[in-house]
Every structure is written in C-alpha cells, then in structure tokens.
C-alpha cells in the first residue's frame, strides 16, 4: 500500500487494491470494517450503501469530523440515491458494479488527485487568522452587526452623522408610552371611534362589547390622555440617509435609533416599512392603520406610525413612494397626528422619529414632478453614505468582520484568510456596484469552495472562483 499524509478509508476490499494499485501521491489507502469509525480523522472515506447508514452518519458528526464521503451502491436506487444525499458529509453516490466500476473509479481518483494537490497548495499560501483586524465572540456577531460602520474611512460619516442625531432627538423626557400601556391597541381604536360616533357598544374582531364593560377594564384616563391630550414631545426629528445599494441604510438605521435613544426611557422600538411596490390601500393601512370595516376586505392594523410611538419610523426607499402618500406623509412630518383608516374625529398625535432612507436622486425626480418639492425639504437634513469603491483601504477590516458572520462562515470553519485576497478585493477594476453587500455575497461564495476542498484557509483562488463565476446580484436591503 501507498504511505503518505492522507488517510483514505474504504470498506470496499476491491477498491482498496484499485486504489493502491493506482499509487496517488502522498494517498494512504486503508481498509474500513462496515459500520466503524477509523480512530484517525480520515482525508476521504468511501463507504458501501447499508440500511442503518443514518447510525454510521450519526457517530461521524460526534466525531466532529467534517470528512467528504462517497456513497458505493452495487446498483442505482433512487431512494439510496435521495437518503445518502441528504448527508452532509456526502459528495458523491456512485454505482460499483462491472458495468461502472471504472467510471467510478475514476471519479474517485480524480476527486482524491485534485483535493491532494490543493491542500499541499494551500500549506504553501501566507495567511492570516480571522479576527486579526475585528475580534467578534461566536454567537455575538448579531449584536456586533454595526462594526462595519466603525472602521475606516467611515470614522468621519459617522462623527457627522452623530452631530446630526443631536438635532433629532426629542426635546426633554419622553411622555407615557400609551402604546405599550394597553394590551390590545386596535381594541382601544374601535372603543375609541364607538364612542365618539356616540354608540353604546363597539365591534372588534367579529365581537360586540358594551362600551362601559370595557371602560372598567382599562385606565380611562390614560386613554384620555392617549387620544386628546397635550403632548409632551413636540419635535419630529428628521433623517434622510442617502446611499447606493448594499452601503448599510439599514444599518445606519439602526444605529441612529439605538444612539438617539439611549439614554431614554420607556422608548419605543424601530418600525422598518418598505415603500416599494405595495398596493396604494395595503400600504395606506401598513404604514397609517386600518380600522375594521374601512373598505372591503380591510385587515385591521395599528400601522407602522402608531407601532413607532415614541420610536423610530424607518421608511426605506422613500424615492418610491406615490405622489399621494407623499403628500399623507407630509402631512404626518408637520403636525405629527395620525389618523388611521376609518378614524373619525381628532387624529392621533404619535411622537417619534423619522429616518428616511434613499438610492435615488431626489432633486432630479422633483425637477420631473415624481417626488413633492415640499416633502424634499422638510427631508432636506441627509446624509450620504459612502460606496464600497470609496473604502478601498478598509477592505482589510471589512473580509475580516464579514467572515465572522455565521451566514457567511458557518460555525467559523474557515479560520485563516490568504493575504493575497486583500490585494486582490482593493484591485480598482472591481466596481462593487452591490457595494458592501455585493463583497458580502463574493465571500459567502468563496466560503462554499473552500469547505467544499475541505480547506480552512480561504485562498485567492476561490475568491477569484466567486468573482468569475458568480455575476453581480445587487440585492435590496
């Protein structure tokens, strides 16, 4: 048999001695009893088709042993064929009979010749360990998410973007957060509008109440002051975040509510609505609310503006909003009342905080009438965040929080990163068009070759592989 660094093990006795007869390079072919485990890790195990295949699988994973597996059949089974794929570990089912024998022999070989060469490839490649710029703790990259923003040539955005939430935090304490006070909002809305339409009873959800039963059952004065009371916070804080696909909108978003509010209690939460492509009526509900019975078909909801009370409104991609709703819109920024769908009486005042976020030329589309002149302006205070092609020289950083992400790296198995790749990633004829997104998506694709060669470096070669064969896909936020 061939001695080397690689551990092959088989429990089919006549490829044993194919594959030893073959000689690979640095190959060591060894004979597997069915069923068992090898007491070393193996490089490649090929093993035969056997009813209780999911036990061996099973003591393969408490093994932790990541090891690429071909599956033997003497003759194709579909339902063999569909069992053994569902194997992580799996790479192949193959057919050993004298009819394929050599075709899957083959198969084998060259699988085996290939990864061989590529890990001693690797062993030659200078690398780095992950977490050398960004150290994110496995299960914390979640809560980390804003590193990103933080490195770089992004220090300067957000020093301005900081001073920026400064004028857009409430004046003084927030008041009451009458919205988390009442556990059924939409109950309170039918109460509400039942009992200025002068009725002694109220339908909600298909049910009829008696006016005064639920008046027992709530804080009346709270309610009260929830619907016609002096507000406290009179300032609707304005931001408009401006920026390609894939530059962190979201993101930013985020940041801003978390900063604005920190130090704030009883605040609300961050209530994210896409104004893109939604029908005219889903979106006047979504976004203002809907009561039962506004128009046909109506699903009653609270709407985005009331779930943000004492919050953050986010409106991503406001440059598609209709003419109409703009105007709706407007009307919400100047007065900050709010009437839902089927209100009647004084609207609602809902205090909080307006981010608006945009990759569209707003002074353009207000030159050809597509967006409200006067909305522009009350949204005038923006900031632009940069394109990925603008933060060449924090590539370094950002490969290095991007394969922490477990979306991107899946239970870290790739630890180290060829330095060449950094090179590669700040080459100027990369155009990042999907910006950090789009480097995002690169190296996700570089991650799959890589532990699909079982490699726990990420070499330049799969990061080229990505770029060559993966075509830009520039996905919203």
């Not at 053994?84 to 070989?109: A, F, P």
């Not at 009561?291 to 609270?302: I, K, M, N, R, S």
């Not at 109409?324 to 009307?331: A, N, P, S």
Request: aromatic share 10%.
């Amino acid at each position: 048999m061939v001695k080397g660094n690689y551990p092959v093990f088989t429990s089919n006795s006549n490829l044993v001695e194919k594959l030893s007869y073959l000689n690979i390079s640095k190959a060591d072919i060894k004979k597997l009893n069915p069923g068992e485990l090898p007491t070393e890790k193996p490089f490649l195990m090929v093993i035969e088709f056997k009813e209780n295949l999911s036990i061996f699988f099973k003591a393969l994973e408490k093994r932790v042993w990541n090891v690429p597996v071909f599956v033997l059949d003497s003759e194709f089974d579909t339902s063999h064929s569909q069992e053994s794929w569902m194997y992580k570990q799996v790479i192949g089912y193959l057919v050993w009979n004298d009819r394929e024998k050599e075709n899957t022999l083959k198969e084998i070989k060259d699988f085996l010749t290939n990864r061989i060469r590529q890990q001693e490839e690797v062993k030659q490649v200078e690398s780095q360990e992950i977490g050398s710029y960004v150290k994110i703790e496995e299960g914390e990259f979640a809560k980390q998410n804003l590193v990103s923003l933080f490195v770089g040539e992004m220090r300067k955005k957000m020093v301005e973007l900081k001073l920026l939430c400064e004028t857009a935090k409430p004046v003084g304490a927030l008041g009451q957060n009458y919205f988390r006070g009442f556990k059924d909002v939409m109950k309170l809305l039918d109460w509400k509008r039942a009992k200025r339409l002068g009725e002694k009873e109220f339908k909600h959800l298909g049910k009829n109440y008696k006016l005064q039963d639920y008046e027992n059952e709530i804080d009346k004065k709270d309610a009260e002051e929830f619907f016609d009371g002096v507000p406290r916070t009179k300032n609707q804080g304005v931001i408009l975040v401006r920026g390609n696909t894939g530059t962190g909108k979201s993101i930013i978003a985020k940041f801003i509510h978390e900063y604005i509010y920190q130090s704030l209690s009883d605040h609300g939460e961050i209530i994210t609505v896409s104004c893109t492509n939604i029908g005219e009526h889903l979106f006047e509900s979504q976004l203002f609310g809907c009561l039962e019975g506004a128009f046909t078909d109506a699903v009653p909801q609270p709407g985005a503006i009331l779930q943000a009370y004492n919050g953050t409104l986010f409106l991503d991609e406001i440059g598609d909003l209709s003419l109409y709703h703009q105007g709706r819109l407007l009307q919400y920024l100047q007065d900050g009342m709010v009437s839902p769908m089927g209100w009647v009486g004084k609207p609602i005042f809902v205090p909080s905080v307006i981010i608006a976020a945009t990759n569209r030329k707003l002074e353009e589309m207000v030159k050809e009438g597509q967006f409200r002149e006067d909305l522009f302006h009350r949204l005038g205070v923006y900031v632009i965040l940069p394109g990925l092609k603008e933060r060449r020289s924090d590539i370094d950083r950002l490969v290095d929080f991007v394969l922490q992400n477990p979306r991107v790296n899946p239970g870290r198995t790739i630890k180290k990163v060829d330095k060449r790749i950094l090179e590669y990633l700040k080459d100027p004829s990369h155009e990042y068009k999907g910006n950090f997104r789009e480097l995002e998506d690169k190296l996700r694709w570089a991650v799959v070759q890589a532990r699909k060669d079982e490699s726990d470096i990420l070499t330049l070669e799969h990061v080229k592989h990505a770029f060559e064969q993966y075509p830009v896909v520039i996905r919203e936020e």
